[in-house]
């Protein structure tokens, strides 16, 4: 997988995420972040990795956010591996 796709991907997941107060919440109390960061974060290789990641740990986020986007949790799982590789 292409790392443009991985960050589109992770983007995606970022953008479902936050769709959902409870879900942003409770993403932004497991990170530790803030919404400021979110936002200057967004094109961090390490942060949308770490999007995946959240997204991953959830089952049935995971499957919703497949069922709507059109994603495989494979390719969630390959997108992540790609943005993990590429860290900077």
């Given amino acids: ?5 991985a960050a589109f991907i992770a983007i995606k997941a970022l953008a479902y995420i936050s769709q959902s107060e409870q879900e942003m919440t409770k993403f932004l109390n ?3 972040i803030s919404t400021a960061d979110v936002i200057r974060l967004k094109e961090n290789l390490k942060f949308l990795s770490g999007v995946l990641s959240f997204l991953r ?3 049935s986020l995971l499957l919703a956010f497949c069922a709507q986007e059109g994603f495989t949790p494979p390719e969630i799982e390959l997108a992540n591996n790609c943005l993990t590789e590429h860290e900077t």
């Fill in 30 to 32: 497991e990170t530790g």
């Fill in 57 to 59: 740990a959830d089952e």
């Fill in 1 to 5: 997988m292409q790392i443009q796709q």
